[in-house]
């Protein structure tokens, strides 16, 4: 095993098995406050965008190694379905959006 990413993965992983569970529940707290705000400046940042004010969010449980992610869905004016994608920077806070227009995903 001469994978440091690796061996820095299972150490970790040791580690936070030997947490005690009063450890655990502040990291769920901390996880769940960090969902919120992904929601919070995501919904911002798509409104801004977008005018629409009503979303439903899904944010991403722990997002990526450096971002936290979100997928919002809400109607535009006239009932037109819009969606957008949404990262949030984990160390600046900075957020981006992309998506919106209705015909703007491609499946592939």
């Not at 899904?58 to 009932?79: D, E, H, I, N, W």
Request: a neutral charge; charged letters at 15%; glycine letters at 10%.
């Amino acid at each position: 095993m001469t994978n440091p990413l690796l061996r820095a993965a299972l150490v970790g992983a040791a580690l936070a098995l030997s947490l005690p569970a009063s450890a655990s529940a502040s990291s769920d707290d901390a996880w769940a406050d960090f969902q919120k705000e992904v929601a919070a400046r995501c919904k911002a940042a798509a409104t801004e965008d977008s005018g629409v004010k009503t979303w439903t969010v899904s944010v991403s449980a722990f997002g990526s190694q450096g971002f936290g992610m979100a997928v919002l869905t809400g109607k535009a004016q006239g009932g037109v379905p819009v969606k957008y994608v949404c990262a949030m920077n984990k160390q600046t806070n900075a957020v981006e959006v992309a998506g919106g227009e209705p015909t703007g995903w491609v499946a592939r």
